[in-house]
């Protein structure tokens, strides 16, 4: 009986040694995303990680000249139990000649008047964007958010650069990721509230639909089209619709990732004040575990 009662507690330690011992291996491993699954994230604009975006856009060949557009949009992520609350902040830096319409950071053409030179050039911090979604998924592809976005001008004292009106309204966005592909779809809409009474209303809505096809080694294509409508505008003048894409590239370091990418765009559909085409380079530094 002693025999078999020390056998049975011998088993029982040794099973609970080892028992042990796997849980401290389990702990031990290091989970660390694949390239795969870093583009679906870099992809999602939804996706609840912090991430530091920076971009810059050449709108070449409108009438009065040409728009240059540097970007940097930091994404704040606030996870909850099932839902996200994705923030991003956008800080602009444009030079742009005047009377240059068709562009989402200038939603009302405007006259330069000398301030940023004898030409009427002006540069320096745009308006300033701030749009916050409320997130979730449906299955294991599709992610969806609705928030509400902002625009603060932030040009002062001249208000020359973007729309000289604080402006504010809805959001909504969708994500679907089958396979290697992700196909996304944001809406905007933005009304003023209160700014410079010298400067126009601001009504303008931003859709836009983005397709993108991954490639192996990080590699893939993508089309993010900005289409931008100004409902004050004339008829015939609201709408530019772009057509057109381009070629990204993510690499991982480590728990990290850094998406680069190149575009150009070609607009179909323009304002008669509005660039005809464009270019942009972007880099994007994401942070975190999946």
């Known amino acids: 009986m002693k025999r078999s009662t020390l ?3 011998s088993t029982l330690c ?3 040694a080892q028992a042990e011992d796997l849980s401290s291996s389990a702990e ?3 989970y660390t995303p694949t390239l795969e699954q870093w583009q679906r994230t870099a992809q999602n604009p939804l996706s609840p990680n912090f991430s530091l975006p920076f ?3 050449f709108h070449g060949d409108a009438p009065a000249g040409d728009v240059h557009i540097g970007s940097f949009s930091p994404v704040i992520p606030i996870k909850f139990d099932g839902w996200n609350i994705i923030n991003k902040l956008t800080l602009n830096i444009m030079g742009t000649p005047g009377d240059i319409t068709g562009i989402k950071g200038l939603p009302q053409p405007y006259t330069g008047d000398g301030h940023g030179g004898s030409d009427g050039y002006a540069t320096g911090l745009a308006d300033m964007d701030f749009t916050s979604y409320f997130s979730s998924t449906i299955g294991e592809n599709v992610t969806y958010g609705l928030g509400a976005t902002f625009t603060f001008p932030t040009d002062e004292p001249s208000r020359e650069l973007g729309s000289g009106q604080v402006s504010m309204g809805p959001a909504a966005m969708i994500v679907y990721q089958p396979n290697n592909w992700t196909f996304g779809l944001e809406v905007q809409q ?3 509230v209160i700014g410079s009474s010298g400067r126009d209303d601001v ?3 931003v859709l836009q639909p983005s397709i993108y096809y991954n490639l192996p080694e990080g590699w893939y294509l993508l089309s993010d089209m900005q289409m931008v409508t100004n409902w004050n505008s004339r008829t015939s003048q609201q709408w530019t619709v772009p057509v057109g894409g381009g070629v990204g590239k993510l690499f991982k370091t480590g728990k990290h990732a ?4 190149l575009e150009s765009y070609y607009n179909a559909i323009t304002p008669t004040e509005a660039p005809n085409w464009s270019v942009g380079a972007s880099v994007n ?5 999946l």
């Open 7 to 9: 056998f049975i507690c």
């Open 55 to 57: 971009r810059y856009t």
């Open 14 to 16: 040794a099973f609970s």
């Open 203 to 205: 009504s303008q809505m």
């Open 258 to 261: 850094v998406d680069i990418r």
């Open 190 to 192: 933005i009304w003023s």
């Open 285 to 289: 530094f994401i942070f975190g575990e």
């Open 28 to 30: 031990e491993v290091d």
